[in-house]
């Protein structure tokens, strides 16, 4: 891939300020730490003065990230927020992910917005099927992962099987930047590899304060009357043994997608925490460029240019508004600047990008590639859309996911049609759901596809919270979706008349929410027997 041409620069000043920004998402299944550990690390960035039981799910309380009484009640974060601070000459873009059980589109366009992810395991389970989900999509998009393993104050697996299985299922080479000196009551801090020295823990109420720190050496009386006889030998023979067992930190590889740091520690007593941000913030690469026409735009290009990567309504009920989320891609943003949306080829006056904190704004007056801008305000964008001041940029960055389940979400409320129909139409803006119409049906509503059927409750709930309609749903038989081409497009067929396919019981016919013929089937035993009966169609 080249880097595509430019004819000037950003002036130094900015050149400088990308350099500074990293821009990434933490990555975990549900309960591995993911909230406690985003608090942590707005504790270090000065973001929040006091950390400590906010992530509380029982007390239903949330983090500053929160945003939704959903995700209070239930304890999960919905909606994916932008965080962003200062730590020494960084400056952080942090990208909250849903953790929840299901997978929502709106994880996987979060992760086309970042150039690194944390991902968060549990020591005591290790990895767990929504962390290999998100690893997956990350490794798709080439995005460099960096491990914390967490809760080692709890009984842990043994470190050396964490790192194999690791390396095992994720296919990267481990590189361990620090080592753990025991585990659950026998934690006693870890073994800085690059430094040779130890950092031993010291417990806090709540982990509520920033860890205080010694440093020793392996060697210290210090540090072998901290632990047990038995501990103190099995982990200097571990630490021995990875120089063997482990290739030294390579960031070449970590960018290329090939190694990956590991850190020990635990989120909630906040240790090791300081350390793993500051070492993520060296190794972490400076904001990617992104493919447009097979070719890499420069952040360094003086050309504004981003896209659209999540779309919220009402995310505060007191303003009642709409914020586009923008990733910038190339160049800087400045307060009133005009950009084209290329979709649609308007011209569009950005005036009112704020920087957001969960609750809190301000208006935005400059911004850098690798930054996130909220754009508030009756923005008519889509996801995917590209803003540029570039006639020749359009990126394709926002995939389509497959829908997995499928549903009708009626309104109950006769009086409340024109509600349901607004609130309906701003939801599927958002890309909370997919619409699909089944070819003959009476229904007068689209029926609905997602990735997972959590969508489908977040969208209940955000229509009665946000557009009072109380709903029911109703679940069609269809459980896949099948796109395809004729192999010879029939020229005299207009476009709302269906094409030529033989179809069988269990399968109907119905078009996406672009107008694109489907398949819908019951089951996935019939796909083959479908495809089978339908030569002259290529399905994809
Ligand atoms: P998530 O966002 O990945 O879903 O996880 P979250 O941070 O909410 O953490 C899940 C649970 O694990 C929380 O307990 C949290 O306190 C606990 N936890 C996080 N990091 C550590 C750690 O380093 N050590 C230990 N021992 N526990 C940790 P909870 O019972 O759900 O909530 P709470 O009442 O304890 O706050």
Known sequence: MTTLATTSTVPAVAAREILRRRTFAIISHPDAGKTTLTEKLLLYGGAIGLAGSVTSKKEKQSTSSDWMDMEKERGISVSST??????????????????????????????????????????????????????????????????????????????????????????????????????????????DRQKGQVNLFEKTAHGAFKAPLSVAGIEDDQVREAMDDDIYEAVTQEIEMLDGLTEPLDIEQVLAGEQMPIYFGSAMNNFGVQNMLESFLELAPAPAGRVNGGEMVSPNTDNFSGFVFKIQANMNPRHRDRAVFVRIVSGIFERDMQVVDQRTGKKVRLSNAQKLFG???????????????????????????????????????????????????????????????????????????????????????????????LQFEVLQARLLSEYKVETRVESPPWSVVQWFKENEPDTARKAQDPPKVNLTSGCVLAQDQDGNWVVLLNSKYLVSFVKDRNEHLTFR
Request: hydrophobic share 40%; glycine share 8%.
């Open 82 to 191: 932008v965080l962003q601070f200062d730590y020494k000459d960084y400056c952080v873009n942090l990208l909250d992910t849903p953790g929840h059980h299901d997978f929502s589109e709106d994880t996987y366009r979060v992760l086309s917005a970042v150039d690194a992810a944390i991902m968060v395991i549990d020591a005591g389970k290790g990895i767990q099927a929504q962390t290999l989900k998100l690893f997956d999509v990350c490794r798709k998009r080439g995005v460099p992962i960096f491990v914390f393993i967490n809760k080692m104050d709890r009984p842990s697996r043994p470190p050396l099987e964490l790192i194999d299985e690791l390396e095992t299922v994720l296919k990267l080479a481990p590189a361990p930047v620090n080592w753990p000196l025991g585990d659950g009551p026998r934690f006693r801090g870890v073994f």
């Open 359 to 453: 609750q809190d704004r301000e208006t935005l007056d400059i911004a850098y590639a690798g930054d996130i801008l909220a754009l508030v305000g009756n923005y008519d964008f889509l996801i995917g859309d590209t803003l540029t001041t570039d006639s020749k940029v359009v990126y394709n960055e926002m995939p389509r996911f497959t829908p997995e389940c499928f549903a009708y979400i009626l309104n109950n409320d006769t009086a409340g049609i024109k509600r349901y129909r607004s609130g309906m139409a701003q939801l599927m803006k958002e890309g909370v759901a997919q619409a699909y119409r089944v070819h003959g049906s009476s229904q007068a509503v689209p029926m609905l596809g997602a990735v997972g059927p």
